[in-house]
């Protein structure tokens, strides 16, 4: 019965996935959001009455319990935000989905994930930085999942690379997974549902909105511990998923493009506003995001006594005293360091013994 609650949470209209989580955590279940008295729920803090006028729960039930036919006949998979299978790094956005609707079979919660965004019109110099940036990637040790949107240009580039170079790749999708836009390319959806997934936080009974490509782009920029755009105009969705992934404290980067080209001229703002690292390379994108050392296989570190550490190291280690293990994400948000920075310390202290690594990007102190 609980995965009908689940569901019935995308059918709440009006709310929003901050007020629901908000609520679901006072009462202390998905099932409470449906069963507490709505007076019970005005004692919340940040509840009005707006938020319980728009709650239609009875209607939202009854929408779920069509959804999960679909579901079942569709072979879809449903992943909600308290589970261990949900997109970890998007828990640190406070917008993120409640509820994620998915094709394919990959482990969203690998070490590595990169977005790759980017204008619609790529040029062959797009193409080919595209092309090139994720067939170095293929070629590391360690293989990163790469996240895009499915769109003509940039995005479908990247999923095509990544299908050729054997990585795993997630198109999120801005409708629901009973149609695809555009439809052609509904021969690479059914290859990346083979090689990855394809995911969306609308149903089936969703209409076609453009503005839902909008809310799509938060959860391609959340799911990445980095953001790369390939060539971008002076307005466009590229630049408002470098912007959502600049709000949730991820890295950005840009490739620089030549200053007469209309199609750079969104990533060369990017780097001249200090938006976006300049990116030439997987070198660069290794060097920020502290990867570079990590390709490499780890040698034995005794931990040292008395050393001195920074005030920002002594922040992380101390965050790591009170919460224990966590993820690179929830230290950043918590240290309010941006995740390059984070990396960096992390790796440091990591190469002095204080600190170890375990899978999935999770950090400990090392005792």
Known sequence: MEDIYKIAISFLNG????????????????EGLFKEKKQNLLKIPGIGQSFIDKLDRDNAIQLAEEELKFIADNHIRVRFYLEKDYPQRLLNCADSP???????????????????????????????????????????E???????????????????????????TVAAIGHGLHMLYPSQHKRYAEEIVNQG??????????????????????????????????????KGGSLVTADIANSYNRDVFAFPGRTSDKGSTGCNKLIK?????????????????????????PKMVQTKLFIELSPEEESLVQVLKEKGNMPIDSISLKTSFPMSKVSSLLLKLEFEGIVKSLPGKIYTLNT
């Open 15 to 30: 709310i929003g996935p901050v007020n629901t989580k908000k609520v679901i955590a006072y009462t202390g279940s998905v």
């Open 98 to 140: 409640c509820t994620l609707y998915y094709k394919g079979n990959t482990d969203f919660n690998v070490a590595r994930t990169i977005s790759i965004v980017g204008t619609r019109n790529a040029s062959d110099y797009g193409r080919e930085i595209c092309n090139k940036l994720i067939q170095d990637l293929s070629e590391k």
């Open 142 to 168: 360690v293989k990163p999942l790469i996240i895009s949107g499915l769109a003509y240009g940039v995005d479908i580039c990247a999923h095509k690379a990544a299908l050729r170079n054997q990585l795993k």
């Open 197 to 234: 997934a394809l995911i969306s936080e609308f149903t089936s009974k969703s209409k076609f909105d453009p503005k839902n490509f909008v809310r799509r782009n938060r959860i391609i920029a959340g799911m990445a511990d980095a953001t790369i755009v390939i060539e971008s105009a002076s």
């Open 273 to 297: 506003t200090n938006q976006a690292h300049l990116i030439e390379s997987v070198a660069d994108l290794e060097y920020i995001l502290g990867w570079e050392n990590k390709n490499k296989s």
